[in-house]
């Protein structure tokens, strides 16, 4: 019997090496290099002879084709019935795409897709094989959710070998495979959930994909710090990433696009976790503006941008005396170090000291502000909540600030002042350079290009 090969490769960045090594060389992390056993060559030259494939995006044939001559209609999208999910996927579902949606336990994952599937199954030839659930876990949700189950196949395996065999002689329009960690192909010695396992899983079932034209959904595990689990290649396989996040004490479920090749990245879709399942929110910035009639210190409202759309979300800020040696900098949907960074500039150059301060700063709504425009109502909150001064409530603010101390645009900021003007603001400080000529009817907008003006403006 023939000594099995193994490799390592690194479960963070997917690099291979010839033997271990504590650190991996590409990526820098340590202990991510694990070992792998490789499939023998004559067992993969029988799997793709088998399924009579050959290529791995899916071309009928090797031809060389001169760019000019390919076909550039776009391929047609079809709905996916929930319009926040389309959103996020840049407009639909595009025939031959692989999709990948991760989340915390709980999160649902698995709600969603069930939804999807059991509106599209009526529809078109619809596919969901289940590796984790029992078929009567699913039937018993569906029920609880009032879907329509006629028409939805389903399947419970885990050999990625059966599945395809399945879906072959089915040939549905949309396939789901819940997860991606338990299935596994039976020429690959190690156990599902590997890094091999989930390697070639995934892209057995994307070749299959891209080759008949189905559109493939997976279903993938998060780690402890919210990343997709699994070596980083399965996210260069695959055509879209999706993350689904939640925390346990909100009811409310945000969808963000972390890679799309078909649409807009950090794109962002906000549902509700009800007892009938995940139903989409029309208007997200109403949920994330729900605040007190009382103005309060500390509290103030801006505009960030979420793929194609603005969105209004609510930034607070607490400075109290510090009885530490080191003052505390806690921020929650926002970057420490950013934090203290903009920090140094309001002492800089707003005069305005809190070296001795402990600082908190806290995004409404568990919203995660991944862009720069936030900078400006960061710290003119924080500026609010040391001054023991209440913000109107018809102000919003948005802007980046720099290292010495000016204002700078952000993009999309026209949008953006008449989103908050359709919400009943009056007021908005923004970038100079971010200030429309035309006037709007019923909104004040402060242009600034310092931080010191925009104190002043206060």
């Given at each position: 019997m023939a000594k099995a090969k193994t490799g390592f490769v690194c479960i963070d960045c997917g690099a291979d090496y010839q033997k271990w090594q504590g650190q991996c060389s590409q990526c820098g992390q340590w202990n991510t290099v694990q070992e792998v056993r490789l499939a023998p060559a004559n067992s993969r030259?029988?799997?793709?002879?088998?399924?009579?494939?050959?290529?791995?995006?899916?071309a009928a044939d090797g031809q060389i084709q001169d760019l000019s001559e390919v076909n550039l209609q776009e391929l047609p999208r079809f709905s996916s019935t929930i319009s926040e999910f389309d959103r996020v996927l840049g407009g639909g579902m595009v025939p031959g795409s692989a999709i990948l949606i991760g989340g915390h336990p709980g999160a649902g994952k698995s709600t969603l897709l069930l939804q999807v599937l059991c509106q599209l199954s009526q529809q078109m030839p619809a596919l969901y094989i289940t590796g984790e659930e029992s078929l009567q876990q699913v039937a018993m949700r569906a029920q609880r959710l009032n879907l329509p189950v006629q028409g939805l196949k389903m399947l419970p395996e885990t050999s990625v070998e059966a599945i395809l065999n399945?879906?072959?002689?089915?040939?549905?329009?949309?396939?789901?495979?819940?997860?991606?960690?338990?299935?596994?192909?039976?020429?690959?010695?190690?156990a599902p959930g590997s890094v091999s396992q989930v390697r070639e899983c995934a892209a057995a079932l994307t070749r299959f994909a891209k080759q008949t034209g189905t559109v493939l959904l997976l279903v993938g595990h998060v780690t402890k710090d919210g990343s997709l689990a699994g070596p980083k290649v399965l996210e260069h396989m695959i055509d879209?990433?999706?993350?689904?996040?939640?925390?346990?004490?909100?009811?409310?479920?945000?969808l963000r696009g972390q890679k799309n090749r078909f649409g807009a990245v950090n794109e962002l879709g906000v549902f509700a976790m009800l007892e009938n399942g995940l139903k989409e929110v029309k208007n997200p910035s109403s949920i994330f503006l729900s605040r007190e009639e009382e103005e309060a210190p500390g509290s103030v409202v801006m505009v960030i941008w979420e793929g194609t759309r603005p969105l209004l979300v609510e930034i607070q800020a607490l400075v109290d005396e510090s009885h530490m040696a080191?003052?505390?900098?806690?921020?929650?949907?926002?970057?420490?170090?950013?934090?203290?960074?903009?920090?140094?500039?309001?002492?800089?150059?707003?005069?305005?000291?809190?070296?001795?301060?402990?600082?908190?700063?806290?995004?409404?709504?568990?919203?995660?502000?991944?862009?720069?425009?936030?900078?400006?109502?960061?710290?003119?909150?924080?500026?609010?909540?040391?001054?023991?001064?209440?913000?109107?409530?018809?102000?919003?603010?948005f802007g980046e600030v720099g290292l010495s101390g000016e204002i700078r645009p952000v993009p999309s900021g026209q949008e953006r002042i008449r989103e908050a003007a359709k919400h009943g603001f009056k007021r908005a400080i923004v970038p100079r350079a971010n200030k429309p000529k035309a006037a709007i009817e019923g909104m004040e907008v402060i242009g600034v290009t310092k931080l010191s003006e925009a104190l002043e403006a206060l």
């Open positions: 030259k029988t799997a793709n002879s088998s399924s009579g494939r050959s290529g791995y995006a899916g399945t879906a072959e002689q089915m040939k549905p329009k949309i396939l789901v495979v819940d997860s991606i960690q338990v299935v596994h192909l039976d020429d690959i010695q190690s879209a990433s999706l993350l689904l996040e939640g925390s346990e004490d909100s009811r409310f479920r945000t080191n003052p505390r900098r806690i921020s929650v949907g926002l970057d420490t170090n950013r934090m203290a960074m903009l920090l140094a500039v309001l002492n800089k150059h707003g005069g305005l000291f809190t070296g001795d301060q402990d600082v908190f700063v806290n995004v409404v709504g568990g919203v995660k502000v991944l862009e720069t425009s936030a900078d400006l109502a960061l710290l003119l909150a924080v500026v609010s909540s040391l001054r023991n001064q209440p913000l109107p409530h018809d102000l919003v603010i």
